[in-house]
């Protein structure tokens, strides 16, 4: 009995710490959002989440680890989501690939509070060598799992391919949060759709 109950106890400790990291991880990319990288502070993260400054100290070693925890979680979110999408999709090749490159025009992705965290993430990597490696591991893994979607499509050049489908759905995701009314989730999905149909199609055979 006693070491059930021990056992309990360190259950719910363990997961009361990983609550309060997770709020802390979320109350910093809220504030990315909200605030910008200017405005984000122990201070202010600490109040979005409800705590004192000192509990971010004790699961943090300081603002600059927990924006890195953010930036990774918010990664890992999107990477299920596109996964999600995919899965959910069936098994056509073709319908898994467009629905994994499309899912980034639709709910949680186009979150707007996604935006302000997201281009403040992306400052970072610019200048912040631990930002960049979740950056680069991040988009690595996009990439990798586009590749193997494209693989049973038949794609030529899976690589070079997944690179530069990678690269439009960022542009088209970007410009659409930005301004949704430009064009649409709705014509966001179908250029891509369209895209992915030209790029997969059989070069003509050259003229004898």
Known sequence: MYNNMTAARQAFTRESADARRADLIDATAACLAELGLAGTSVRAICA????SPG???HYFGGIDDLIA???QATSDRMDAVFAAAADAAGPDPHTRLTAYLTASFRPPVTDPQLLGAWTAFWALARS???MAAIHADSYA????????LLAPCGARDPDQLA?????????LWLELSLDASSFGA???AAMVERAVTALLSPSPAPPE
Do not use: F, N
Not at 48 to 51: L, N, R, S
């Open 69 to 71: 925890a953010a930036y």
């Open 186 to 188: 709705d014509s966001a």
């Open 163 to 171: 690179i530069l489908l990678t690269a439009m759905v960022d542009g």
């Open 48 to 51: 979005k989440a409800g705590v």
């Open 141 to 148: 893994g996009y990439r990798a799992r586009l590749r193997d």
């Open 128 to 130: 912040d060598a631990r």
């Open 55 to 57: 509990l971010l100290r």
